[in-house]
């Protein structure tokens, strides 16, 4: 796998379809990274060629933290992306 210089990061629930198929074809053509971020209602065997699915408990493996335990945010808030606890690196 080459180095990246741009990634398409998405949320889903939604198992492999004809967007994100067409959103990891994109991502291929760009060599960019694409991440599709699960929840717990996420397919647990998704699986989709050119992309990178992080289930939750994958999720809470990276080191990363949020403001809010992830499993909150992940599980029970729905609001939108802007509004999301920002993530901080492992330390």
């Known amino acids: 796998m080459s180095d990246h ?3 398409l990061v998405v949320t889903t629930i939604n198992p492999p379809n004809k ?3 067409m959103l990891a ?3 291929a053509s760009l060599d960019a990274r694409f991440w599709i971020i699960g929840d717990t209602k ?3 065997d998704f ?5 990178d699915f992080l289930d939750v408990a994958a999720q ?5 933290r949020t403001r ?7 599980t029970r808030e729905r609001t ?4 999301l606890p920002c993530a901080t690196a492992p330390t």
Not at 60 to 64: L, S
Not at 80 to 83: G, H, N
């Open 19 to 21: 967007a994100l198929t």
């Open 5 to 7: 210089r741009y990634a």
């Open 25 to 27: 074809t994109g991502a």
């Open 47 to 51: 699986s989709l060629p050119n992309a």
């Open 42 to 44: 996420s397919p647990a």
């Open 80 to 83: 939108s992306a802007t509004s």
């Open 60 to 64: 809470q493996d990276t080191g990363f």
């Open 68 to 74: 809010k335990p992830v499993r909150r945010v992940i």
